[in-house]
């Protein structure tokens, strides 16, 4: 056996010559070598370098001084909160709002604010305003009866509180999706007309889901409109998320049981179910949505689906029709109010709330993406009358 000696020369030693205790712990290298050795900071003096031993004049310059690390700048600022970033985004989407609101503001808002003048109110104009604005000619007749017996407050906050009541009564501020199940994405059904926008509504809504980190299946199920396949596929790619289509024509029930069943295989958090176009007086297509609807409810017992129906806001009391007739076919949880940018009558919203008591949770006000915004009642009548 061959052991070492510090700072010495190896040495044999045979079994006839055993090492006294002593001698062994302080000579024997063992476990402490992993620790090192306790001068092994200080050079060896061997290696050490002076003044004196470099050749003729030249002095060693010292090592130069580390830099001092920069000081850490965080990108969203020292002050930065989550919920400062969830005040800012509401900020900008209500400024977003009030500018895709200019034509309803400059037309049905304008004529109404122009009824009241001097403290008092020609009700008679603001009854026609109402009308030809969208809201109906009942409602509006039994909205300017209710605001006349107002003592409380002047002719213009009762106008304005009584649109307000006509609001449908809402869970939340802001939509959010729910899971339909433990375990289970949360699941919307987007419902509507052809030419409403329905297709683009769903990628728009997929964008805004995406950016907040969930991940998003889409069901291609309007199997039937030439190109919807192929257009909802490149709002995937556009969005980042994933995509279930069969062959056009294919039964979009079908389709809409196995996106379900892979959404939950890929533990994604919300799956945007599109569907074909139909007209409300078409029984049997509003029959083959209320068959995808029971193949949801047959696939997970219990599910809480929502279901949202696009409407046109140029459509004005059309739309409310249509409304009518998809609620009672496969009830309706939202609307989605699309071209509210390119209408001077925004008192549809408050029709289609009031008729059908469901509530209006986005509004289309542009072509980009983050043109869908979430329906703040508040925001709406503010930016009509402010």
């Known amino acids: 056996m061959r052991l070492f000696r510090r700072g010495g020369q190896p040495e044999d030693r045979t079994p006839e010559q055993p090492q006294q205790p002593d001698e062994a712990a302080e000579d024997v290298i063992g476990d402490e070598w992993q620790q090192g050795s306790p001068d092994a900071s200080e050079p060896p003096a061997a290696l050490e370098e002076t003044a004196a031993d470099v050749p003729g004049d030249i002095v060693p310059e010292p090592a130069p001084a580390p830099a001092p690390e920069p000081a850490v700048q965080w990108a969203w600022g020292a002050d930065y909160s989550p919920e400062k970033a969830d005040a800012a985004r509401r900020e900008r989407e209500r400024e977003q709002l009030e500018a895709g609101l200019q034509k309803s503001r400059t037309g049905f808002g304008a ?185 949801i409810d047959k696939r997970l017992p219990g599910a809480r689906v929502e279901t949202f129906f696009v409407l046109d806001a140029t459509t004005g009391q059309n739309g409310l029709a249509q409304a009518k007739a998809f609620h009672e076919a496969v009830g309706l949880t939202g609307v989605v109010l699309t071209k509210l940018d390119s209408t001077a009558k925004g008192g549809i919203v408050f029709a289609i709330e009031k008729e059908i008591g469901v509530p209006v949770r986005f509004v289309g006000v542009g072509e980009r993406a983050e043109d869908l915004l979430p329906f703040d009642p508040e925001d709406f009548v503010a930016a009509l009358f402010d």
């Open 111 to 295: 004529r109404l604010r122009g009824a009241f003048g001097g403290g008092g109110a020609d009700w008679d104009e603001i009854e026609e305003t109402l009308i030809t604005g969208d809201v109906g000619a009942a409602l509006a007749m039994d909205l300017v009866e209710r605001a006349r017996r107002r003592r409380d407050v002047t002719p213009e906050l009762a106008v304005r509180d009584e649109l307000a009541k006509l609001l449908a009564p809402r869970d939340a501020e802001h939509w959010e999706p729910v899971p339909a199940l433990a375990d289970a994405p949360a699941i919307v059904l987007v419902v509507g007309v052809n030419g409403t926008g329905k297709t683009t509504t769903i990628g728009k809504l997929a964008a805004r889901e995406r950016s907040k980190g969930r991940r998003v299946v889409l069901a291609a199920a309007d199997t039937f409109r030439a190109a919807a396949i192929d257009q909802l596929r490149i709002w995937a790619q556009r969005t980042d998320s994933e995509i279930v289509a069969h062959a056009p024509n294919a039964d979009p029930a079908a389709v809409v049981f196995d996106a379900l069943d892979a959404a939950i295989a890929r533990h994604a958090d919300i799956l945007i179910a599109d569907t074909a176009g139909r007209l409300h007086t078409k029984s049997n297509l509003m029959e083959e949505l209320a068959k995808v609807r029971r193949v």
